[in-house]
């Protein structure tokens, strides 16, 4: 069902209020080259076809279905929130900012303001905008990554199944990976024109992450563990 998007506005949306807890967090996040580093440390980074466009997009991987979100509530670090996380519910619009009020997100009573009692944009507002910026830069730098990687020819598809302590099996498809095999058989030129650009630190870091598959395995059995005592 397509979303309806309702242009931000003060006199319409004065009240409206950004809860930012108690929210669900996808168990696949879109992710920008930038935020491949820090999202590396605790998840895998995949790419998929939006079903929307059919095109390649990356993201970060937090659970093994839809509404799993393994690392909530786990001990350490606490899990990075992409951009695409924290702009939930808000859109570009040519050059206006546009809203899914039906987002669960907005409330009338709870969380933070998006306007001060003068009308002018609260903080959390401000915040809105800056990563709306972020995310906009980021997605184009990203898409011109992934192109590049398709142009060598460096993308496969990897097919992920586990077995977990309870007997279940979990296969995710539709996943590609960067091919770590591709990228040793670059001839020089290439891979010093891919360096030079920042894509071949980005490869390397999508296929480090892949080690993080594992590691969310073992917290989905350790959950299982838990929730059978």
Do not use: W
Not at 35 to 47: D, G, H, M, N, W
């Amino acid at each position: 069902m397509a979303r309806e998007l309702e242009l931000l506005d003060l006199e319409a949306h004065r009240t409206l209020r950004v809860r930012t807890s108690g929210l669900e967090t996808p168990h696949f996040v879109q992710v920008v080259a930038a935020e491949f580093s820090t999202a590396a440390t605790r998840c895998p980074i995949l790419l998929t076809k939006s079903a929307e466009t059919g095109q390649f997009y990356a993201g970060a991987m937090y659970g093994f279905r839809p509404g799993e979100n393994l690392l909530q509530e786990t001990a350490g670090p606490a899990p990075y929130r992409p951009l695409d996380l924290e702009r939930q519910g808000f859109f570009i619009s040519g050059e206006n900012i546009a809203i899914d009020r039906e987002n669960p997100r907005f409330s009338d009573r709870e969380g933070q303001p998006l306007f001060e009692a003068d009308g002018t944009p609260a903080e959390r507002l401000r915040q809105v905008q800056k990563i709306l910026g972020q995310l906009k830069n980021g997605v184009e730098e990203t898409d011109r990554f992934i192109q590049a990687m398709l142009e060598h020819r460096l993308i496969e598809p990897i097919d992920i199944s586990l077995r977990f302590d309870d007997g279940e099996t979990v296969t995710l498809q539709g996943l590609y990976t960067i091919s770590l095999d591709s990228l040793g058989e670059l001839d020089d030129g290439a891979a010093l024109a891919l360096f030079r650009r920042g894509y071949l630190q980005l490869a390397y870091c999508m296929i480090d992450s892949l080690k993080q598959v594992s590691a969310l395995a073992h917290l989905r059995n350790h959950r299982l563990a838990i929730n059978s005592d």
